[in-house]
């Protein structure tokens, strides 16, 4: 939804004066002027589609008021001839914070723990939040800096304070050295926000999904306060939030998934924002499309990997390979998607590669005039200040720039930059065209002066007799200094000439080497003959590697599809009451179990001969840390039920497909265990290469992650961090009782009918009581497991699983009572003081005593031989195969309440499938496919053939990656990002 | 020795759902010869013997074959079942570490970089509870070794039944283990990990650790020096060849380097430890015949683009290449309570691409050829 209505009414809010009136006095005479010009001759760019040749522009006082071709000159104006020189409207940057402080941290001890804001003044609780900052009131001219920006081309920046989740407004600033009350082109020009806490020392939030769900709370706390029902707190913070509304939002999302997560917030409170993606768009362009979001754009390309060193080279991944080739085909994909977004010099190491990336990415396609659009007419679009800022159209801002050819297609040099009229020098400009050839006579001696080179950087050659001399030498404006060694000089002394120009001549003084003066002159004969013209050859575009999905090692270049396959002659672990089936069919279909039987039949389909091999449902891990972004704990407060996993699901994690060949088809993604009530976990299929919310288990029902014992009361934080309640086993049952008691009074406050403050936490508390949503937790130790069991009881839920439960087996009989799954380690234990009392046999005896009992993995690297895992249920436990193999499939999908559709071999269940070469609780197992919706998402021959295509594509981009070193492109060291594994213990964003 | 604890081994499958308050008691010596009749002997050298018996008497065995004497024997009936030679586990903290989140029961670490005289037997706690949990599952032996600094000490090999350390020492002080600085390092904390980074602190390493390796040498000449000096003292027999150095590396160049120095000052006998990477250069471990203990399977590959089950078929291509492996598992995680999965290293091995029995040897008698006991242990010599 787009909503530029507005920004015709916002418009009128600017503040650029027309007439020069001015509060402020001046220190001496008034110097008031019109600064009324003609520029004349120029090729002017008026705006991204429209160019004219041999045309005037004329600006007065800051402003133009006129372009055309054949325009009469006001007689006051200043008449500059532009012959030869190109006009564009200059740039517009709407990521910047020109002028703007610093954002600086306060202190904050190691350990030091603070759970409010410090901020003096009614504001908001957390620091974090900051939509009372105005950058219109903090900013200052900075001459340095706007000069910078002045030399990349800008003539406008959008400025804001960089600091928090949300960020206040922007200001949309000039970048003329003016006083600050005359650069304000739209005081209140953006909001902005972010889901980085920034400078904000504030334990809340620690993780990604907690800032979304901070950020989420703060749109219904600010609507809430809006509607006057607050009537005990002042909010200051609150108020400056809702004064946001209506003005064009900007977010930054540090890649292509948080650009969707971003969307996806907005939709929920109809914003749609402005989002400033990091350069990676190209990577998912369909679903970035269906945001229909505007992006701002960065041309942050990585520079190649020092990939010399065959060994070390594996440090490069084939990631971060392929992003460094195809980086500048961003804007390029986005164009052509038919997305709109601006440019941005943000995130660029040195802002003066910010139109030498632009032009790499012309010289791959993106079309010159897309380019200029980006820097000019949507930016000042995206900000409603089409009537300032643009285009070259009368009534504008004269805020354009002077080139020297086409900007985009040649390596044109900047002449000048002019700001609201002003005229700043990026680079001097020639008088005229000097470059020729001379007869040169010195004193009697003849011989030829060939000025060359560039228009505005001459060089110098002279030619005497036989002998060609470099000189050195430089022209300014119309005077000339040359220096040249002759053949003859001994000691390398040099001979001098200093000289002016008459017409299209030179003369002047020359000093010998040994101290003469002679008189010279240079007489023009000839133009340079220019270096071969070479006919006009489009350079070719590269080949460039494919984008694949994800876009990793073992990505698809395109997304496997459901087929029909008939597994033919498999030994068949059904699950079911049919047991295992020997020389069995299963044909699936539609990503269905159609038929199990003997002797299938299916004219069109796939035959798999699983002669001798074994085809069981796919595992499903209850308790996996994989595939999450930014942080698996929100451990800031005791309580973050408001946290989502779902919000932070990773979809560009090899461990999905590590997963995969472990014959993983499905897993809980849980919050941590920092705290006694964590987020809301994500039930997800293991759809390789699919965004996070495909991922997602469509109609799955809401679980949450609840922790009790050392994590929660921080007893492995050594002595720090002994101030978050609670500390003792104690407090934890005080801080379920405490949310429970709350939760039963707001259900009763919206169930009241009167108005009341919609709480993300509660809310999702209440849906623990009302049965929506189900419990898994994180336990160890007997007491705290029937504590939480009592708990529950007081509030008549069940608690869903116990996770981990090593000691279950000391109280397997109350837990089957109270209704409670098991979902627990195999035999891990040992590695603290809680989980000492651990026993292999744990997950037998709870299973003997009719507690549905699960095996699960807490780790990447476990969660790949889950089979090996459940075969120690037979092992220690004298369970037998079938109800072994059950715990980490039926029964996981039973605690996920997913078995209507998961967990067995059964028509009419997802074809959620993995074929082994022998008994899946054999060591000796292993996975030839699996498949998930009927879809082959590993296969052991395709990744056989997928690593020769990995090493093929590395070898390539390594081989592009040498060429362009000795080309002198930039270089970086091999730089491994290693990605983040999780466990329930990890705290901390990336 | 004193024994050899095959005999609890056998009980322990016998009665798998063995579970006791408290630890149980060693094994008194072996009084009357034992004979175990039937079933398969995995013999631990690549061969297996189907219908066969063994006879073992003081602690020893004596007799292997498809009939042994059985005179004056108590006869054990073993058919159907699978008799292996006791597991040997590499490279760990198992007696120094018993819960590795308090620091009460952490002793592998002593303070300081250079440890060469520290000596990990003297701290081995018998009475770890770990221990009944991994005996059980067929590990008798274990290689254990202190863990820390740049030179973290001297590792001993202790049997996995005993009433204190000296009961249960098999070889004591039979190397010393050298941690190689890494070439890169991981800048960032654990929290929020930054980019790799070339470690710069790693010049000034590499100087200390060749000066120390000097100093030892020059002292080793010296048959009584003034002043001693113990921690040379402890490396004087690296020279001789009675103490090997255990290099502990895993990436590809620092092996080689590690190895290198070792030669250059004319250690005799040299042994990675980790060894993640070795495959890459599996000739150059080969041709110096530099055997490898390389640290758990059961991990994730190192890199995106490795094959998914890299760490899975290391040892089948470093055995396939002619490196000798015996397999560890605790080694970089420390972490002590899991190492009775040690078997299952093996069978992972084996799933994927090993041969069965040569999987076997690589938790029997590689080990012990790598440790230098396998003449000690003699099993299942007839």
């Known amino acids: ?990 | 020795m004193k024994f050899y604890p095959i005999f609890r081994l056998l009980l322990a499958l016998c009665i798998p759902t063995w579970a006791f308050a408290q630890l149980p008691v060693p094994a008194p010596a072996q009084e009357k010869a034992i004979v175990l009749q039937g079933g398969t002997f995995h013999l631990g050298n690549g061969q297996v013997l189907q219908n066969g018996a063994l006879r073992f008497e003081k602690g020893l065995i004596t007799e292997i074959g498809a009939q042994v004497l059985t005179e004056g024997a108590e006869i054990i009936n073993t058919e159907g079942q699978h008799i292996y030679p006791g597991f040997i586990l590499m490279a760990t903290t198992l007696g120094l570490n018993e819960i590795e989140a308090l620091r009460q029961t952490r002793d592998y670490a002593e303070t300081g970089e250079l440890n060469p005289n520290v000596r990990a037997l003297v701290a081995f706690n018998t009475d770890s509870e770990l221990i009944p949990t991994i005996r059980n599952n067929g590990v008798l032996l274990a290689h254990i070794m202190p863990s820390s600094g740049l030179v973290s000490g001297l590792s001993s090999v202790m049997a996995l039944d005993g009433w204190n350390w000296e009961d249960a020492l098999h070889t004591p002080d039979l190397g010393l283990h050298l941690h190689w600085p890494a070439l890169y390092e991981q800048t960032g904390w654990w929290a929020e990990p930054g980019g790799i980074e070339k470690n710069e602190e790693r010049e000034n390493t590499l100087a200390q650790i060749e000066d120390l390796f000097r100093q030892a040498k020059a002292y080793a000449k010296q048959t009584n020096p003034e002043p001693v000096n113990l921690k040379l003292e402890a490396m004087r027999e690296l020279f001789s060849g009675k103490r090997i150095l255990f290099l502990h590396a895993n990436y590809a160049k620092e092996m080689i380097e590690a190895i290198a120095l070792a030669q250059r000052h004319e250690v005799k006998k040299i042994v990675i430890i980790g060894g993640a990477d070795a495959l890459v250069i599996a000739d150059f471990l080969k041709k110096n015949q530099i055997p490898l203990i390389l640290d758990r399977l059961h991990r994730l590959p190192d890199w995106p683009e490795d094959p998914v089950w890299h760490p899975y078929e290391l040892p089948a291509l470093l055995h396939q290449a002619g490196v000798k492996v015996a397999l560890a598992y605790d080694v970089e995680s420390n972490a002590p309570m899991g190492t009775r999965n040690l078997p299952f290293l093996a069978g992972t091995a084996a799933a994927y691409g090993l041969d069965r029995e040569v999987a076997l040897q690589m938790i029997t008698s590689h080990p012990a050829q790598i440790l230098g006991i396998a003449e000690k242990q003699a099993h299942w010599k007839g």
């Not at chain 1, 995130?347 to 659009?373: M, Q, T, V, W, Y």
């Not at chain 1, 698996?632 to 461990?655: C, H, L, P």
């Not at chain 1, 979902?823 to 549905?852: C, Q, T």
């Open chain 1, 1 to 990: 939804m787009q909503r530029y209505v507005l920004s015709f009414f916002i418009l009128l809010a600017g503040y650029m004066p027309l007439s020069a009136q001015v509060t402020f006095p001046d220190n001496g005479v008034q110097d008031k002027r019109a600064y009324h010009y003609a520029l004349t001759n120029a090729t002017i760019q008026v705006d991204f589609q429209t160019r004219l040749d041999k045309a005037t522009l004329i600006i007065k006082s800051g402003r133009i008021v006129a372009v055309g071709k054949n325009l009469p000159i006001p007689v006051d104006a200043q008449v500059i001839d532009m012959e030869g020189k190109w006009l564009y409207p200059s740039f517009i940057e709407l990521y910047a914070d020109y002028g703007l402080p610093e954002p600086e941290s306060a202190p904050r001890g190691f350990g030091r723990e603070q759970f409010l804001s410090d901020k003096d003044g009614p504001f908001a609780w957390n620091e974090a939040l900051r939509p009372e900052i105005q950058a219109r009131e903090l900013f200052a001219p900075e001459a340095k800096k706007a000069s910078e920006w002045r030399k990349f081309g800008f003539g406008a920046v959008l400025s804001h304070v960089r600091d928090g989740i949300v960020r206040g407004t922007g200001t949309l600033l000039s970048l003329h050295e003016g006083m600050a009350q005359e650069i304000v082109v739209k005081d209140i020009a953006a909001a902005h926000f972010s889901f980085n806490k920034g400078s904000s020392s504030q334990n809340y939030p620690s993780s990604l999904m907690g800032s979304i769900a901070l950020l989420r709370q703060t749109y219904l706390d600010a609507d809430w306060y809006a509607k006057g029902r607050n009537q005990q707190e002042l909010n200051l913070s609150l108020e400056a939030f809702n004064r946001l509304k209506g003005l064009p939002a900007i977010i930054e999302a540090q890649n292509w998934m948080e650009v969707l997560r971003a969307d996806r917030l907005g939709d929920e409170f109809g914003v749609q924002y402005i989002i400033r993606e990091n350069g990676d768009a190209y990577q998912r362009l369909n679903e970035i499309k269906n945001t229909q979001a505007a992006l701002i754009v960065p041309v942050n390309y990585p520079a190649a990997y020092e990939v010399g060193d065959p060994l070390d080279a594996r440090l490069v991944s084939l990631a971060e390979m392929k992003h460094w080739e195809l980086a500048p085909t961003n804007a390029l994909r986005l164009a052509e998607a038919g997305i709109r977004f601006a440019l941005t010099a943000d995130g660029l190491k040195n802002k003066s590669d910010f139109l030498k990336n632009i032009r790499k990415a012309i010289a791959l396609g993106l079309k010159p005039a897309e380019a200029l659009k980006a820097l000019t007419a949507t930016p000042a679009q995206l900000l409603g200040a089409e009537a300032h800022l643009g285009s070259l159209q009368n009534g504008r801002l004269a805020n354009f720039l002077v080139a020297s050819g086409d900007i985009f297609e040649s390596e044109a040099i900047l002449f000048e930059n002019w700001v609201q009229g002003h005229r700043y020098v990026l680079n001097p400009m020639p008088e005229a065209e000097v470059r020729g050839n001379y007869r040169l006579q010195i004193g009697t001696q003849t011989g030829e002066l060939q000025i060359g080179g560039e228009y505005t950087q001459p060089d110098f050659k002279i030619i005497l007799g036989s002998d060609t001399l470099k000189a050195e030498g430089q022209i300014e404006r119309n005077l000339l200094t040359l220096r040249y060694i002759p053949k003859s000089s001994e000691n390398k002394a040099a001979v001098r000439l200093s000289g002016w120009r008459q017409g299209q001549n030179w003369q002047g003084k020359a000093e010998q080497i040994d101290g003469t003066m002679l008189d010279w002159t240079a007489t023009f004969t000839s133009n340079q003959t220019p270096p071969s013209p070479a006919p006009e050859k489009k350079p070719e575009i590269p080949t460039l590697g494919t984008v694949i999905f994800p876009f990793l090692a073992y990505g698809n270049a395109e997304l496997p599809t459901p087929q029909t396959y008939l597994f033919k002659n498999a030994t068949v672990w059904t699950n079911e009451v049919e047991g295992v089936l020997l020389e069995t069919d299963v044909l699936v279909q539609n990503g269905k179990i159609i038929k199990v039987g003997k002797n299938l039949n299916a004219p069109g389909a796939t035959v798999v001969d699983a002669t001798g091999k074994h085809l069981t449902s796919g595992i499903i891990d209850e308790h996996s840390h994989i595939a999450i972004s930014r942080g698996v704990n929100e451990g800031g407060q005791s309580i973050t039920s408001e946290v989502r996993i779902g919000d932070v699901v990773n979809s560009e994690d090899i461990n999905i497909y590590r997963q995969l060949a472990g014959g993983v088809t499905a897993a809980q993604l849980l919050h941590g265990s920092a705290n006694a009530i964590g987020g809301q976990s994500a039930l997800v299929k293991l759809r390789w290469g699919l965004s996070p919310e495909k991922m997602k288990i469509e109609g799955a029902e809401g679980f949450i992650k609840f922790a009790l014992g050392e994590n929660v009361t921080r007893k492995n934080s050594g002595n720090l961090f002994t101030e978050r309640y609670p500390q003792t086993r104690m407090g934890v049952e005080q801080v379920f009782v405490d949310g429970f008691t709350r939760a039963l009074a707001y259900q009763k406050a919206r169930a009241s009918g009167k108005p009341y403050r919609r709480d993300l936490e509660l809310e999702a508390l209440s849906e623990i009581l009302e049965k929506k949503r189900f419990i898994t937790c994180h336990s160890y130790i007997q007491s705290e497991i029937n504590m939480l069991m009592k708990v529950a009881e007081r509030f008549g839920f069940q608690v869903n699983t116990f996770t981990h439960i090593l000691e279950g087996y000391k109280l397997a009989d109350k837990m089957q009572k109270h209704g409670a799954g098991a979902s627990s380690f195999a035999d891990w234990w040992g590695y603290k003081y809680e989980v000492k009392d651990a026993i292999p046999y744990n997950p037998a005896l709870m299973h003997e005593n009719g507690v549905v009992t699960a095996i699960n993995s807490d780790d990447a690297e476990m969660g790949r031989r889950l089979n090996q895992e459940a075969a120690k249920a037979v092992k220690y436990g004298g369970v037998s195969e079938e109800e072994a193999w059950k715990m980490v499939t039926l029964n996981p999908a039973k605690l996920l309440h997913l078995d209507q559709r998961m967990g067995s071999i059964k028509v009419g269940k997802d074809a959620d499938l993995v074929l082994w070469t022998t008994n899946p609780l054999s060591i000796y197992a292993v996975v030839e496919k699996t498949l998930v919706d009927g879809i082959v998402y590993f296969d052991r021959q395709e990744d056989a053939k997928k690593r020769e295509e990995i090493r093929q594509e590395r070898n390539r981009l390594i081989q592009k990656m040498l060429a362009e070193k000795k080309g002198g492109g930039a270089f970086q060291m091999a730089s491994f990002k290693p990605n983040r594994i999780y466990h329930c213990e990890t705290e901390g964003d990336e």
